[in-house]
């Protein structure tokens, strides 16, 4: 490993015509972002490759749509316009079939910018909050070039790297990027109470990031004997761990840990993840195999979405053809919750946008993507109830959806499905 004081020589192998991988979420490493960016006179034709990634994202510049392109695997805020603009592009695919991109050399890469603690004294640094789908990039690149950080903690999993394995580095000492978790609404709450009464004792969970989770969360502090595997998570679990509500010990793949693939959160949680047994960071391929999500008891799945139609298709990518975010990790975990025994899927959203359009809708927008078809879908939450549509058919399920739609769309949505299915 060698190391520079400049970030813009660590980068320097960097050429016109090559992949370059970045790490993902509070783990894009800034420096060598920027570094990179600074060198966009001199490249041209450089693709960019990564899920979501916290911070600023400058090889997007419209300055440098000859030098950069984005080929995100992830749609975040910081390459939307980006993309809109023609300036990158999206591809769809699964969370847990991502790093089969790199390794099968579908997206060979050139370059990967990574960051990672300092070594421990036998040379092993730990790719920290994010190890997802990093592992399978370093495999696959020529070249990794490593943001040394003595903030980044060392999580325990399948995120050690040596510094032989390392060509170029940088050293930092800088804060992760922080995710301040917001209060749930009153709306929101609600929700939270919904889906907490639809877990059990024993569940093992999946959620995500937000206010809905986090209200969740925050309504399970009399459940018992809850596990965690999931493809993230963030500070809303660490009060039920430190109350004993999650503790693992019914799970049957890793009992006693939480099983995840990154973290995003504030510093609490970062100090929580920190040389901590409890928790295994794993290579999301891992993580997200419904074969193994299946295997562990009461798996209980909790997405959200940004419509759905009423036989159940659940948009979650995109605002018709404006690509929003990505089809991540959703489908890989409502398959492995409704394959496990006692298993839960669960699409938890508001019943109306700010704006107060419905979000329970006749027919998704011309341009929508399905991130989960009608075939998949079990349970629908909003703040007026639950939904479950599994083994119910098109009438049926138009029915259940309408109520739990807010009652100023309900008329509407009674209407179109009268005529679409006949109803009576």
């Given at each position: 490993m060698k190391i520079f004081d400049n970030p813009i020589d660590a980068v320097s192998i960097i050429q016109s015509n090559?992949?370059?991988?970045?790490?993902?979420?509070?783990?894009?490493?800034?420096?060598?972002?920027?570094?990179?960016?600074?060198?966009?006179p001199e490249l041209k034709n450089v693709e960019?490759?990564?899920?979501?990634?916290?911070?600023?994202a400058p090889y997007t510049k419209p300055e440098y749509a000859e030098s950069f392109f984005t080929n995100t695997l992830f749609v975040g805020a910081n390459v939307r316009d980006a993309i809109r603009e023609g300036r990158g592009d999206y591809v769809p695919v699964f969370l847990s079939e991502?790093?089969?991109?790199?390794?099968?050399?579908?997206?060979p890469i050139d370059v990967a910018l990574i960051t990672v603690s300092p070594p421990d004294r036998h040379g092993f640094c730990s790719l920290g909050t994010s190890v997802d789908v990093t592992p399978a990039a370093i495999k696959s690149a020529r070249y990794i070039i490593a943001e040394v950080n003595k903030q980044m903690p060392r999580t325990h999993g399948d995120g050690l790297i040596h510094t032989s394995q390392i060509d170029f580095a940088i050293e930092t000492d800088q804060q992760l990027h922080i995710h301040e978790p917001g209060e749930p609404n009153d709306q929101e709450l609600i929700i939270g109470k919904h889906v907490a009464e639809l877990i059990e004792d024993g569940a093992t969970l999946q959620m995500g990031i937000g206010a809905i989770p986090n209200a969740v969360l925050a309504s399970l502090t009399?459940?018992?004997?809850?596990?965690?595997h999931t493809e993230m998570f963030s500070d809303g679990v660490i009060p039920l761990v430190e109350s004993g509500v999650i503790n693992n010990s019914?799970?049957?793949?890793?009992?006693?840990?939480?099983?995840?693939?990154?973290?995003?959160?504030?510093?609490?949680?970062?100090?929580?993840v920190d040389d901590n047994p409890l928790v295994a960071m794993l290579n999301i391929a891992y993580v997200n195999d419904t074969a193994v999500i299946r295997r562990n008891p009461k798996?209980?799945?909790i997405n959200s979405a940004i419509e759905i139609d009423l036989t159940g298709q659940v948009c979650a990518d995109s605002i018709g053809t404006y690509q929003f975010s990505g089809v991540g990790g959703q489908m890989d975990f409502i398959r492995g919750a409704s394959l496990s025994e006692g298993g839960k899927p669960i699409i938890a959203l508001p019943s109306i946008t700010a704006k107060g359009i419905s979000r329970i809708v006749p027919f998704l927008k011309q341009g929508?993507?399905?991130v989960t078809t009608r075939a998949h879908m079990h349970y629908v939450v909003t703040e007026y109830g639950v939904a479950n549509l599994y083994g119910k058919n098109m009438h049926q399920r138009s029915r259940a959806l309408i109520d739990i739609a807010h009652p100023s769309h309900r008329e509407e949505l009674e209407r179109v499905a009268s005529e679409r299915f006949h109803q009576r």
């Open positions: 090559q992949r370059v991988f970045i790490q993902s979420v509070a783990a894009a490493p800034a420096k060598l972002i920027h570094a990179m960016a600074a060198r966009a960019i490759v990564h899920l979501h990634t916290e911070g600023d991502i790093p089969n991109l790199f390794t099968r050399g579908v997206l009399h459940h018992k004997n809850l596990g965690i019914l799970k049957k793949i890793h009992p006693g840990k939480i099983v995840s693939g990154f973290v995003m959160g504030t510093q609490k949680l970062y100090d929580f798996v209980t799945a929508a993507g399905v």
